[in-house]
């Protein structure tokens, strides 16, 4: 529900690096999605689809990819991404597990023309 | 003309973080405790607001920042019980961001002991922003059903606490409130979980009592 504010916030990214780099153009995004990140890849690109117009980034291709919730398990040591709807260790079945990876959003490369 | 690709890795939630923890270091400073309710609309934060209100009269301060779409309705229920309450309209956006709740905290009185952020009625979106709360609870009422917590699943990850709400309406809506607590325990084992009902009292002493002592946490850690 929140993706526009999401671009919102990739588009501040891509003036910023722009300005830095004194590019003319941006020509490709590359974000990480977490899986549990409350973010829909879809509405993500609908969203970038309808921003980008008008913008240095208007010819610009998003690629999104979608990082699995990866689960450290404090008792045994174990680590693993998560199958389905399970918070437990895949190793010892304990419970107590943390998410290492896969809650943020991160906007990890782009391209720029210069 | 060149092409390059540069590695940027920027956390597109790192704005409201940064916010958020200048929210936090505030409130920890003034020995406020920051409370962030999130739920399904019309799953009673605002009544459990009233109620605590009630509860804590003559013995804790509170204040209350609404969130919601449109309207001041929630902030006057509040005020009516003769609590500052703040209401942010967001207009459309589906969930509270912490520079809002920075904006407002200047205005907050200093003495206080309990601000409550009573989020825009959703399950989904609230979950992914911090709001520099020290505590948040998921608020979820007998109505919703049982099977909500592993359906949605990054609410009940996010909180501290799940409140079962509208207790008194168990025994006529298929509402099982251990099922509903296992289900969320079993996404984030350690939730502290009340059954409450606002309207009949039942289970507020209790939520009250882990408040107080939240507070008292917070406050001897700042000592």
Request: net charge negative; charged share 30%; hydrophobic share 45%.
């Amino acid at each position: 529900m929140h993706e526009l504010s999401l671009i919102a916030s990739v588009f501040e990214v891509l003036e910023e690096k722009a300005r830095e780099h004194r590019a003319t153009r941006v020509t490709a995004v590359v974000l990480k999605v977490g899986a549990m990140s409350g973010a829909v890849p879809d509405l993500l690109e609908a969203a970038f689809a309808s921003y980008k117009k008008g913008t240095l980034a208007e010819g610009a291709r998003l690629e999104i990819v979608v990082v699995p919730v990866r689960l450290r398990c404090p008792d045994c040591g174990g680590e693993a991404v998560r199958e389905e709807a399970d918070f437990s260790c895949a190793g010892c079945g304990s419970r107590r597990v943390e998410i290492v990876e896969g809650r943020d959003i991160f906007v990890e490369k782009i391209e720029l023309e210069t | 003309m060149s092409t390059k690709t540069i590695t940027v890795v920027r956390d597109l939630l790192a704005t409201n973080k940064e916010a958020a923890a200048a929210i936090r270091c505030e409130l920890r400073r003034r020995g406020i405790l920051g409370v962030n309710l999130l739920s399904s609309p019309g799953s009673g934060k605002t009544t459990l607001l009233e109620a605590l209100a009630d509860r804590f009269r003559g013995r804790f301060r509170m204040a209350v920042i609404e969130g919601d779409i449109e309207t001041e309705r929630d902030a006057e229920r509040i005020r009516r019980k003769g609590i500052p309450a703040w209401q942010i309209t967001t207009g459309g956006a589906c969930h509270l961001e912490a520079r809002m709740i920075g904006k407002v905290i200047g205005e907050v009185p200093a003495d206080i002991d309990f601000l409550f952020i009573e989020n825009v009625g959703n399950l989904v979106c609230p979950a992914s922003y911090d709001l520099g709360e020290d505590l948040r609870f998921v608020l979820l009422s007998a109505p919703e059903g049982d099977d909500k917590p592993a359906k949605y699943p990054q609410a009940f990850l996010s909180a501290d606490g799940l409140i079962l709400t509208k207790a008194d309406l168990v025994p006529y809506v298929p509402f099982d409130p251990a099922r509903a607590a296992a289900e969320a325990l079993a996404i984030k084992p350690g939730l502290q979980v009340f059954t409450v009902s606002a309207l009949r009292g039942e289970g507020l002493d209790r939520l009250a009592e882990f408040l107080a002592e939240a507070l008292d946490r917070q406050r001897s850690r700042r000592a």
